[in-house]
């Protein structure tokens, strides 16, 4: 199959450079597509039958070659979710998607061949479908073993087959996916009309050439998403008292203070590019966010290929900066405001300008003085500043207001370090912050955190990667110094007074790289390209296995936290911790990883006061009432118990409202704990309820803890849980109620 394989990817190669050729006519393309159906569509070789243990998505069983395939042209998209290539492909297949049905003849399979080991697990995969809305059936090749039988050689790379699973196209990478819907639609047409003209005297031989119309058992999982105030947050910033949270999954900005008393919703729930109020604005998959001064916020909004401003003092008002609504492939830039098409930002920082030098002046003389916005253009492999005011950068190049332009990178994906800015190259850039010195970058592709001097542009390693510029594979999970740390993965940084903190994803940690106070090399008496002294790396918190565990940093846990922020003195770092829909802050004082519990209406875009009644879970339960097992999980923090012999309670209080359904009485329990020492849970009957309406049932936890050192104290806390009744819900349900303490 291999030696067919090969054979299809030369030919298609060469119509698609057909296909791209402006001197060809459209009948002249679509002569040449024809000759190429006509070539490989009576081949007799077709792709192996798939692995029967093999776990598939969005199916309510697994999907054979054999079946299931017969009849059908099938679009086989061979991806990994980490790689922003393949995440540029998926609009095209959506495009697919939507114009042919399974009915119709058409079946999206994707193949996951993951490259990181965390991507592996079936659990981290359904929550990267979810995430990017991945709709269509597709299969964890978790072994790579369906990759390597057909000889795949790249992510992504999208193999079209014919009604008997015949190989017919072949495209590798992200720059023909124009043409891979035309291919799609020309196959398409190709069999159906084949089928026509032998109608009356089918020939038997030809008989699995023509188009089916049977369906398969499409099963979304997005329908498995808990209803959440969050839907896969991506990025946080901090700026005094208040917090900017990308609330990527639910395409919207939240802002908060930072014990998450909400102030201001800006977008909807829905993706769109449209400016305007906070409730007319639109985002899609927003990442990045950035403070500028105290009423201006920056969004990289990575899906839209754009940045935006949001004006708080203007009620949230929401403008484009840069970025046309769709993606673009320069590499050099230069163009205005909402002229300048971009590439997937994903993380955006402010730069002071005076930290910049010309290196035509003598003496180091600041060349101007201001802020500059950069970029992490993941999508492009670059770095990019917007730039607020005219400007003199590295090497005495001049730039107007409004200009956006690449500043470091030269679009090959790679981690090569090198003294000139444009001759050094990123992996998919995802995490960007500034220090006095530099800035710092998460390499996401390499596993490892880049720097970019302020002084003259040079890029230099940090930890993690190799020196093969070319070898992005070096990932792990390993603490230590330069380049013998691995990380997996990583997504975001933050910089406080020699503090590096990484959000090393897909180890599912935050960790932390000691470098110079003013982000400089630490204890370094030459910043010279060479024998650059190790920074250490280390692990501040996470076990290295997704979880989401509150309480001391030995024991707390994360699921793929893909941007992080740090308070400005220093002591706390919030953290997007996007695979469990929540922001947690790490208290270093303290010692401890807790939730931020956020009020959040899905309508409100006004300011809110009213903290009174935060809902800290939702359960789904029957129109038809039912059984509420409730589980209470007491975090304590190092050295502190609960007090021997002393009464510890919970009172369940239900709604008063008759009309709301017969509650039961507020009732008073002491909690037990069994013989592994966990509290016992705790029953309670929900009522019938109305199909979307709900009510509260709030839990007032009374206990009695002691220290150590024998200080004992009460400490009361509310949680309360939202019931919001479906059809489809069961009619008995359990909630964990986690409480750090």
């Known amino acids: 199959m291999t030696e067919v394989i090969s054979d299809v990817t030369d030919s298609t190669f060469e119509l698609l450079q057909l296909l791209k050729d402006p001197e060809n006519s459209l009948s002249d393309r679509q002569a040449a597509v024809n000759n190429h159906l006509r070539k490989f569509s009576r081949s007799k070789e077709k792709i192996e039958e798939f692995n029967k243990d093999l776990e598939w998505f969005n199916v309510s069983r697994s999907l054979t070659v054999r079946e299931d395939f017969k009849g059908k042209v099938v679009v086989l998209d061979f991806f990994t979710y980490c790689c922003i290539n393949c995440l540029h492909i998926l609009p095209h297949l959506k495009q697919i998607e939507k114009e042919f049905s399974v009915e119709d003849g058409v079946i999206v399979v994707g193949v996951h061949s993951a490259k990181f080991d965390n991507e592996k697990d079936s659990t981290n995969l359904l929550s990267a479908l979810q995430r990017y809305e991945i709709n269509h059936p597709v299969v964890n090749d978790s072994d790579a073993a369906i990759w390597t039988g057909l000889g795949i050689s790249c992510w992504p790379t999208v193999l079209i087959l014919g009604p008997r699973a015949q190989p017919l196209f072949l495209v590798a990478g992200e720059s023909f996916k124009d043409e891979m819907v035309l291919l799609t639609r020309s196959a398409l047409s190709y069999f159906k009309s084949l089928g026509k003209a032998l109608d009356g005297e089918i020939i038997e031989e030809n008989a699995d050439l023509f188009i089916s119309d049977h369906s398969i058992p499409i099963a979304p999982s997005v329908h498995l998403l808990p209803p959440s105030q969050l839907l896969f947050p991506g990025k946080i910033a901090c700026n005094g008292d208040l917090l900017a949270i990308s609330d990527t999954g639910h395409h919207r900005i939240l802002i908060t203070t930072t014990k998450g008393a909400l102030k201001l919703i800006i977008g909807g729930t829905s993706s769109g590019f ?187 390693a940090v930890v993690g990667g190799t020196v093969d510029p070319q070898m992005l594979f070096a990932f792990g999970d390993v603490d230590g110094k330069g380049r013998s740390v691995r990380l997996q993965h990583p997504m975001g940084v933050a910089f406080h007074r020699g503090n590096l903190y990484v959000a090393d994803t897909y180890n599912h940690k935050v960790k932390v790289v000691h470098v110079d106070v003013d982000g400089g090399i630490k204890d370094a008496s030459t910043k010279s390209l060479q024998n650059l002294p190790k920074e250490e790396c ?113 009172n369940l209080i239900f709604p008063k409202n008759e009309k709301e359904g017969k509650w039961l009485s507020d009732s008073c329990n002491t909690l037990t704990r069994g013989s592994d020492g966990e509290i016992l849970p705790l029953k309670t009957v929900i009522p019938p309820g109305q199909m979307n309406s709900q009510n509260t049932i709030k839990l007032k936890f009374n206990l009695y803890l002691c220290r150590e050192n024998d200080a004992c104290f009460a400490k009361t806390f509310l949680t309360n849980l939202l019931i919001v009744y479906k059809e489809c819900a069961p009619v008995e349900q359990t909630v964990e109620i986690k409480q750090s303490l």
Request: charged share 25%; glycine share 10%.
């Open 274 to 460: 449209v400016d305007g109020n906070a409730a007319e604005a639109r985002f899609s998959s927003p990442q990045g966010v950035t403070f500028f001064g105290q009423n201006v916020i920056f969004v990289a909004d990575t899906e839209n290929h754009a940045i935006r401003k949001i004006d708080i003092s203007e009620g949230g008002k929401v403008s484009t900066v840069a970025g046309i609504g769709i993606q673009g492939d320069d590499r050099i830039g230069g163009k205005k405001t909402s002229d300048q098409a971009l590439n997937s930002p994903w993380d955006i920082c402010f730069v002071k300008t005076s930290k910049v030098y010309d290196s035509k002046k003598e003496n180091e003389e600041e060349s101007s003085k201001g802020e500059v916005l950069l970029v992490a253009m993941a999508g492009g492999h670059q770095i990019w500043a917007y730039f607020l005011e005219d400007t003199v950068w590295w090497r005495g190049k001049e730039y107007t207001k409004g200009q956006c332009v690449a500043v470091a990178g030269s679009g090959a994906e790679e981690n090569r370090n090198n003294a000139y800015p444009h001759a050094a190259a990123f992996a998919q850039p995802s995490g960007i912050c500034y220090s006095p010195e530099c800035i710092f970058i998460a390499d996401s592709e390499s596993s490892s955190i880049r720097r970019i001097w302020l002084s003259d542009g040079r890029v230099t």
């Open 538 to 650: 280390t692990t501040v918190v996470g076990s290295g296995h997704p979880g989401d565990t509150l309480g001391g940093l030995k024991s707390a846990q994360f699921n793929e936290p893909g941007g992080l922020c740090v308070s400005a003195d220093g002591l706390t770092i919030f953290v997007a911790d996007t695979n469990n829909h929540c922001i947690k802050k790490i208290d270093l004082t303290k010692g401890v990883v807790e939730k931020v519990k956020l009020s959040c209406s899905e309508t409100d875009s006004a300011i809110t006061e009213d903290m009174s009644d935060d809902i800290d879970e939702i359960v789904l339960m029957n129109t038809e009432g039912g059984t509420l097992t409730i589980i209470p999980k007491l975090i304590m923090a190092e050295g502190l118990k609960l007090t021997e012999e002393a009464p510890q309670k919970i």
